[in-house]
């Protein structure tokens, strides 16, 4: 099986930026999507970002366009998200999550999952 590990969460302040980092244990192979979704108390999962093995599929939820941006190292099996100009919305816990799936949809229900990193920020 695929073990993934997410880092890089913490407490932020309004504003601030922070870099989720996510590897996964080996290689899936060629066609491995990979994307970032949260979800906080109370709320209903949410798909953040995906990115399709060649990179030339993006998603961002309309919620983090233009503060977030999801890249990746597909030669050390890393997914990384940027988020900038944090508001306390985006408290949540963020898992990462991997299939073996050409192209990629924020909706998608993942094969491969971490245990998520939890991002708070405070205004």
């Known amino acids: 099986s695929v073990q993934v590990a997410e880092s890089g969460g913490g407490l932020v302040q309004a504003g601030g930026n922070v870099t989720l980092s996510c590897t996964l244990s080996?290689?899936?192979?060629?066609?491995?999507?990979m994307g970032w979704f949260r979800q906080a108390p109370g709320k209903e999962r949410e798909g953040v970002s995906c990115i399709s093995w060649s990179g030339r599929t993006i998603r961002y939820a309309d919620s983090v366009k233009g503060r977030f941006t999801i890249s990746r190292n597909t030669a050390k099996n890393r997914l990384y998200l940027q988020m900038s100009s944090l508001e306390p919305e985006d408290t949540a816990m963020y898992y990462c999550?991997?299939?073996?799936?050409?192209?990629?949809?924020?909706?998608?229900?993942?094969?491969?999952r971490g245990q998520g990193t939890q991002v708070t920020v405070f205004s």
């Open positions: 999550a991997a299939d073996l799936t050409t192209g990629c949809t924020l909706e998608y229900e993942w094969r491969y």
């Open positions: 080996r290689s899936t192979g060629d066609d491995t999507a």
